[in-house]
């Protein structure tokens, strides 16, 4: 259960969370048949079955404190892509202003776009989007926008504008750049699954008078846990994997 899982397929991270889970369910398993075979099970209990819902309760808060922070990167990730979009298409519209200089500023953005699209949506699904690389496009675009010939109090917003929007544009694309390396910490997730381990033991000490019922608990038990593990897992990327955000919103707007 470590930080790679977040942006790994998600089969890879299905099999990864049921593995080892089932694994931790078999361990209880077979300790507690061994100490069957050699008649030291009361040790073991049975144990009253009011442990599992205190113990089943930590578990679920875990999983809601760590689903709580996984959304919320998701949300400000949607809404950086979109308010990327948008300010692109102020972009656009607003140089209507300068006819002269617009086809080039259109042609700009739609490289731009396809570099998005072709280049920094791979790096982010694999967690590898550095913000060491400038938008080459946009900083052109910028530099346009600088020296356009100003002529009236119209252009004079526009261009103003032009500079906010392509400002926007910028600071929205860092946002989603430092979120693509998002992750579940490898603490968190590790103490998550000790607790599973931890609830999968109890049940165990709880059917410990009847072996084949203490597996059908485990059983049942391991694979709820591993379905919201999952589940947590594979949305803890905003651009990775099978719930990864996708970038139609720039394709929209491309000129």
Avoid: N
Avoid at 28 to 53: E, K, M, N
Avoid at 75 to 92: F, K, N, P, Y
Avoid at 158 to 163: C, E, G, K, N, T
């Amino acid at each position: 259960m470590i930080a790679w899982l977040a942006h790994a397929p998600v089969l890879v991270v299905a099999a990864t969370v049921f593995l080892a889970l089932y694994l931790g369910a078999g361990l209880c398993l077979v300790v507690l048949r061994l100490l069957r075979r050699r008649g030291r099970a009361d040790a073991l209990g049975p144990l009253s079955p009011g442990l599992l819902a205190p113990m089943g309760l930590i578990f679920g808060l875990l999983v809601g404190f760590l689903v709580a922070d996984v959304w919320a990167d998701r949300g400000d990730a949607a809404a950086a892509v979109a308010q990327e979009a948008s300010a692109l298409r102020d972009i656009d519209l607003l140089m209507g202003s300068f006819p002269d200089r617009r086809p080039e500023v259109r042609t700009l953005l739609d490289a731009q776009i396809d570099g998005y699209v072709r280049d920094e949506w791979p790096q982010m699904s694999g967690g590898d989007a550095s913000l060491t690389v400038a938008p080459a496009a946009l900083v052109a675009i910028q530099r346009i926008a600088l020296d356009l010939p100003v002529q009236s109090e119209g252009q004079r917003v526009a261009q103003d504008r032009i500079v906010s929007s392509i400002d926007g544009a910028l600071e929205s694309r860092r946002t989603r750049l430092v979120l693509s390396t998002s992750a579940i910490d490898p603490l968190r997730l590790t103490a998550l699954y000790l607790v599973a381990l931890v609830t999968l033991a109890a049940t165990a000490c709880v059917h410990a008078d009847r072996l084949r019922r203490a597996a059908v608990a485990l059983g049942l038990l391991a694979t709820a846990m591993a379905l919201a593990m999952t589940l947590l897992c594979a949305q803890a990327a905003p651009f990775a994997g099978y719930f990864a955000i996708p970038p139609e919103l720039l394709l929209e707007i491309r000129p």
